[in-house]
T-cell receptor, first 111, second 109 residues
């Protein structure tokens, strides 16, 4: 089954404790992206990757890092999380001119 | 001004009603127009995908794009309680999607 998976689905952490949210897709897509979703603001892009070792900033990249060492994986790293990064995070992937397919989401709470 | 404006609702309708969801946008560079449906605690799922101005129909759903007015719509006929969800419009711009804030729809049985 074609899908985008994310782990963990739920995470509660404390300010400053580094964390990684993993994202994996099995569709051999070149393009992958991370979004955060906040009430009243919709989905906003954090980072995207056109291919392995090629990443670029989206609209709200501050406080986040990404890496793309393999085509199927695109982890999101929060080196020093802060409460304003409490949000619902979605990973997405896209092949060619197709549209983006989203993972199930990771709900992050930073205390 | 946001690039994409969408009325957040919530919109509450009786079962069987025709629902109209709308978005306006300001960037004429947008080429692809999409509607996503998002159920509570789930990721957005693609509902409709259009490129040109005009109408595209898929079952009970019709997507309409008017590029001259920078306006897109999604119509749902014979709405069902299972249609209750948040509907997000999205527009493709280069390597990113720009989303509206989403409209919450509730269909009452």
């Amino acid at each position: 089954e074609a899908q985008v998976t994310q782990n963990p689905r739920y995470l509660i952490t404390v300010t400053g404790k580094k964390l990684t949210v993993t994202c994996s897709q099995n569709m051999n897509h070149e393009y992958m992206s991370w979004y955060r979703q906040d009430p009243g603001l919709g989905l906003r892009q954090i980072y995207y990757s056109m291919n392995v070792e090629v990443t670029d900033k989206g609209d709200v990249p501050e406080g986040y890092k990404v890496s793309r060492k393999e085509k199927r994986n695109f982890p999101l790293i929060l080196e020093s999380p802060s409460p304003n990064q409490t949000s619902l995070y979605f990973c997405a992937s896209k092949g060619g001119t197709d549209t983006q397919y989203f993972g199930p989401g990771t709900r992050l709470t930073v205390l | 001004q946001k690039e994409v404006e969408q009325d957040p609702g919530p919109l509450s309708v009786p079962e069987g009603a025709i629902v109209s969801l709308n978005c306006t946008y300001s960037n004429s560079a947008f080429q692809y127009f999409m509607w996503y449906r998002q159920y509570s605690r789930k990721g957005p799922e693609l509902l409709m995908y259009t490129y040109s101005s005009g109408n595209k129909e898929d079952g009970r759903f019709t997507a309409q794009v008017d590029k001259s007015s920078k306006y897109i719509s999604l119509f749902i006929r014979d709405s069902q309680p299972s249609d209750s969800a948040t509907y997000l419009c999205a527009m493709d711009y280069g390597n990113k999607l720009v989303f509206g804030a989403g409209t919450i729809l509730r269909v009452k049985s």
